[in-house]
């Protein structure tokens, strides 16, 4: 078995505890073990490539703090490397001082999502600013039903995909029994595409990787790498993604939450593969 050469992980609900504290656990007391994670992977030698669905400016700097120099930013739509922007959009380009956020809001289907789930779906502010490419948005609602939706009117290039929970909503949306974080990208956008690009440039094996998540967009990711792990928050929040593990034979469920269930991780596979670098 490779040596552990690389880490990818999301950031909210995964690497960072609750309110974005990367020194926080799940009972809001404080906790070093997302830092322990990143301390891992530096003794090792493994990279640490954050992949998040927040914008490229945040992930940059954060990348920048945790001595990386590669992220996968707005759930896939961008991979940052050694300085360099790679977007990975598709048919969906910046074209005449327009970027694909711009394009996507002028092509109607923000507001197409928003009209068709009334009190179920509202923008997510303040975070939903500054984007290049993705429409961020919180509610509860049905992504199948959503790309349905987008695809009749003729929007079939785009789609909507959950990046699991979060804390904040408004008074409109009081009544729903959770809120999860939804993102309005080109359909070839996602965080699995922004691994296996992050791959290929790296030349990491995938068998010499791992991916922590707790979202169902992040599960995505276990096909391109050798073993997915989710976080034992994400059952707590969401059990019925339990329901999405079935057929997904290398995804591994963490006893501890957020940065202890990636240090959990880490050095769960590193001391497998007998890691001594």
Same mark, same amino acid.
């Given at each position: =078995? ?9 950031? $909210? ?6 309110? !974005? ?14 830092? %322990?994670?990143?301390? /891992?992977?530096?003794?090792? @030698? ?6 998040? !669905?927040?914008?490229? $400016?945040?992930?940059? /700097? ?52 928003? &009209? *068709? ?6 923008? *997510? ?6 984007? &290049? ?5 919180? #509610? ?12 009749? /009117? ?14 904040? %909503? ?6 729903? &029994? ?15 595409? @922004?691994?296996?690009? *992050?791959?290929?440039?790296? =030349? *990491?094996?995938? /068998?010499?990787?791992?991916?922590? #998540?707790?979202?169902?967009? $992040?599960?995505? =990711?276990?096909?391109?790498? $050798?073993?997915?792990?989710? =976080?034992?928050?994400?059952? &707590? !929040? ?8 079935? @057929? ?11 940065? !202890? @269930? ?16």
């Amino acid at each position: =078995m490779p040596s552990l050469s690389c880490v990818y992980t999301d950031l $909210d609900g995964t690497l960072i505890g609750p309110g !974005g504290n990367l020194f926080l656990n799940g009972d809001g007391r404080p906790s070093l073990d997302g830092a %322990r994670a990143v301390e /891992a992977c530096a003794r090792s @030698g493994a990279e640490l490539c954050i992949v998040t !669905g927040r914008r490229s $400016d945040s992930v940059i /700097a954060l990348a920048r703090l945790l001595g990386q120099t590669s992220a996968v930013f707005e759930a896939g739509a961008g991979v940052l490397l050694d300085g360099e922007v790679h977007w990975l959009t598709g048919e969906w380009q910046p074209a005449g001082g327009a970027s694909v956020h711009d394009q996507i809001g002028a092509a109607g289907a923000p507001a197409l999502l928003l &009209e *068709h789930f009334p009190g179920r779906l509202e923008v *997510h502010h303040p975070w939903a600013d500054g984007r &290049e490419v993705s429409h961020l948005l919180r #509610g509860l609602v049905d992504t199948d039903e959503a790309d349905a939706l987008l695809a009749g /009117a003729g929007l079939g290039s785009l789609r909507l995909l959950d990046n699991g929970g979060v804390h904040r %909503r408004s008074e409109a949306l009081a009544g729903l &029994e959770q809120v999860r974080a939804y993102h309005l990208v080109p359909r070839t956008v996602s965080k699995a595409a @922004g691994v296996a690009f *992050h791959q290929r440039a790296r =030349m *990491h094996e995938p /068998a010499g990787t791992i991916a922590c #998540g707790d979202s169902r967009e $992040d599960l995505q =990711m276990a096909p391109v790498v $050798d073993t997915f792990w989710l =976080m034992a928050n994400a059952l &707590e !929040g969401d059990p019925s993604i339990r329901d999405a593990l079935t @057929g997904v034979p290398n995804v591994r469920v963490t006893e501890a939450t957020y940065g !202890g @269930g990636v240090y959990e991780a880490v050095v769960t596979t590193l001391a497998q593969r007998g890691d001594r670098r």
